[in-house]
């Protein structure tokens, strides 16, 4: 069971904006810790799209955009895309850091975006 | 530019090991931990563990601990992820990452797919 919670599916239209929630608990984001979103095609490596809850990696669109809902010791984040495109359609998923458990690394379960 | 290199497809049968190595190249390999992850075919990323190559120190996701083995050869810029005992379970793809404590996993090698059967 994934430590993130993320919603399995999503789903817009091409040029719609759509947001991918990620929501943790006191232990992870509620810690402060930061968040770090993935996209991913199938059967390859994923891509980091968004780091320290709302910086874009070079080379990463514009219309990729994070953030961590009021503060810094929010328990959720999301990942927002604007005028969402094709080449979006892709798996997403949302990573952080939880201090219960041995300094593991955590993941969000994954989101399925579908451009319609 | 920083690329990591993975080794080629596994199979092997239930109850043997399997190890995967990692060549990692345009950075100073030392200064940054290694990362393993998996991900069975259609399911989510699942991190493993750290080694940071320049203490030797590691640290494992409590699912893998004294299953797995990381290490690293710094003079080839190396790392090596060993899983043992394998079942059905392990079949997957594995990735090597580049990421230190609270930074983001900001490399990936292309994956490695193990394929354990019965």
């Known amino acids: 069971q994934p430590v993130l919670t993320q919603p399995p599916s999503v789903s817009a239209a091409p040029g719609q904006t759509v947001t991918i929630s990620c929501t943790g608990t006191?232990?992870?984001?509620?810690?402060?810790?930061?968040v770090h979103w993935y996209q991913q095609l199938p059967e390859t490596a994923p891509k980091l799209v968004i780091f320290g809850n709302k910086n874009r990696p070079s080379g990463v669109p514009d219309r990729f955009s994070g953030s961590k809902s009021g503060s810094r010791y929010a328990r959720s984040a999301s990942l927002v895309i604007s005028g969402v495109q094709a080449e979006d359609e892709s798996d997403y998923y949302c990573?952080?850091?939880?201090?219960?458990?041995?300094?593991?690394?955590?993941f969000g379960g994954g989101t399925r975006l579908t451009v319609l | 530019q920083v690329q990591l290199a993975q080794s080629g497809a596994e199979v092997r049968k239930s109850g043997a090991s399997v190890k995967v190595s990692c060549k990692t190249s345009g950075y100073n390999f030392v200064h940054y931990d290694i990362n393993w992850v998996r991900q069975a075919t259609g399911q989510g990323l699942q991190w493993m563990g750290w080694m940071n190559p320049g203490t030797g120190n590691t640290g494992f996701a409590q699912n893998f601990k004294g299953r797995v083995a990381m290490t690293t050869i710094n003079s080839i810029a190396t790392a090596y992820m060993e899983l043992r005992n394998l079942t059905f379970e392990d079949t997957a793809l594995y990735f090597c990452v580049r990421g230190r404590v609270l930074d983001p996993f900001d490399f990936w090698g292309q994956g490695t797919k193990v394929s354990v059967f019965s």
């Open positions: 990573q952080s850091y939880d201090d219960r458990l041995d300094g593991s690394k955590i």
């Open positions: 006191s232990s992870n984001l509620g810690a402060g810790y930061d």
